[in-house]
């Protein structure tokens, strides 16, 4: 089945322990991004990938890093975790990068930063 | 800039009677405009994306969508509502310039009562 996984689904932590929020496709899509939902905001764009060890920064990047070693994977990582990152996080991905190309989203993250 | 508004926060609607999900758009360029609908702890499913050609889009579930070029709106519509159409759902646009990232709505709650 085609899908894009998240891992974990749901995260409690503390301020100041790094964390890392795993994303994983098995569409051989190159382009891969990261959101944030937060209510009455919509989803705001952290990072995205256009392929593989070519990374961008968002409308929302501060406080977060990523990586692309492999296509399939696109890792979350936050260094130094703090309250105003508790929310609920999107992986998504699409064959390219074109405007036309429907993006694919996985089940989602909830965390909650302590 | 790029930018979506979606004007209701929520739309009530009885089960049989027709829906309207409203949303506008700001894009420099050609506009690719997207529907995505989250239930309760689920990820968003794509719906339909308006791309070029024909103004009214049809997608899963029964929907469909206008592009309105001269109002920059793609409201959302499907003639009859059921109960289990109740979720959130959101408009996104991505231009076909810059990193083409998708710039997503705050998202309007759609109740359909029995």
């Known amino acids: 089945e085609a899908q894009v996984t998240q891992n974990p689904r749901y995260l409690i932590t503390v301020t100041g322990k790094k964390l890392t929020v795993t994303c994983s496709q098995n569409m051989n899509h190159e382009y891969m991004s990261w959101y944030r939902q937060d209510p009455g905001l919509g989803l705001r764009q952290i990072y995205y990938s256009m392929n593989v060890e070519v990374t961008d920064k968002g409308d929302v990047p501060e406080g977060y890093k990523v990586s692309r070693k492999e296509k399939r994977n696109f890792p979350l990582i936050l260094e130094s975790p703090s309250p105003n990152q508790t929310s609920l996080y999107f992986c998504a991905s699409s064959l390219s990068n074109r405007a036309q190309e429907t993006q694919y989203f996985g089940p989602g993250t909830r965390l909650l930063v302590l | 800039a790029q930018s979506v508004a979606q004007p209701e926060d929520q739309v009530n609607v009885a089960e049989g009677n027709p829906l309207t999900v409203k949303c506008t758009y700001s894009?420099?360029?050609?506009?690719?405009l997207f529907w995505y609908v989250q239930y309760p702890n689920r990820g968003l499913q794509f719906l339909l994306k308006y791309i070029t050609g024909d103004n009214l889009v049809k997608g899963s579930y029964g929907f469909e969508a206008e592009f309105n070029k001269s109002q920059t709106s793609f409201h959302l519509k499907k003639p009859s509502a059921l109960v289990s159409d109740s979720a959130l759902y959101f408009c996104?646009?991505?231009?076909?310039?810059?990193?083409?990232?998708?710039?997503f709505g705050s998202g309007t709650r759609l109740q359909v009562q029995p």
């Open positions: 996104a646009v991505r231009a076909d310039t810059g990193r083409r990232a998708l710039t």
């Open positions: 894009v420099s360029g050609n506009p690719y």
